[in-house]
């Protein structure tokens, strides 16, 4: 949780029951008088489908006694509960989940369990951005194939001087510095973008957020 390694540093392990559901697909239906049936419009503003948030559930567990595990149960609440935070499962080690989570009461006597649940973003976010650079661009085209999961995203380019992107056909021209263009939105898989500069050599450097 957050960097936190619940085993570490407060002695719970993650029991079996861990609950992941897949996220709602979120519809919008609108129905015209006079017209059969409706028209989705979920979709309208991406053209991509959209979801809902989901409910994540699971049991932290020690074998201690009750007074000690509700010592435990208070640090968790007062360093988590109700709170913002990046929680990362032992299966799925390269991602993390991001939501508010909810620290449980004691499940019954003796159980030495804590109940734990996640109202998380319908995305499991990579670790780590996702960087690509190249520091050899020239006058004539360079090609950089980026790498995307499935969540559609804009990357943040920058840039060391004046350069020309060349995507999906068309030309783009980056003064020095650091862009978000809004065209330039990276699909699930691979994505080509060329860069190139009109003289000597010039860097750029393409980071966005991976999540699937």
């Known amino acids: 949780i957050d960097g936190v390694d619940t085993l570490t540093q407060y002695g719970l392990c993650l029991l079996a029951d861990v609950d992941i559901p897949a996220p709602a697909i979120r519809t919008t239906r609108i129905t015209v008088p006079g017209m059969d049936g409706s028209i989705d419009a979920s979709q309208a503003l991406t053209g991509e489908p959209v979801y809902d948030d989901v409910d ?81 661009l020239s006058a004539t085209y360079k090609q950089l194939t980026l790498v995307n999961e499935a969540r559609p995203v804009i990357p943040t380019i920058t840039v060391a001087q004046d350069t020309t992107l060349l995507w999906g056909g068309n030309e783009i021209a980056l003064g020095a510095g650091t862009h ?10 691979d994505n080509i973008l060329s860069a190139k500069v009109a003289s000597g050599t010039g860097s750029i450097e393409i980071k966005y957020q991976e999540a699937t």
Not at 82 to 110: C, E, M, W
Not at 180 to 189: D, H, K, S, V
């Open 56 to 136: 994540i559930s699971m049991t932290l567990f020690v074998r201690k006694a009750d007074t000690e595990l509700q010592t435990i149960r208070r640090q968790l609440l007062d360093a988590y509960h109700g709170r913002k935070v990046q929680l990362v499962l032992p299966h799925d080690a390269d991602h993390y989940f991001r939501g508010t989570l909810s620290i449980g009461n004691l499940s019954g006597y003796g159980s030495g369990e804590i109940p734990v649940a996640l109202h998380a973003d319908p995305w499991r976010y990579k670790l780590e951005p996702t960087v690509v650079t190249a520091s050899d």
């Open 180 to 189: 978000r263009r809004p065209e330039i939105r990276l699909a699930a898989g």
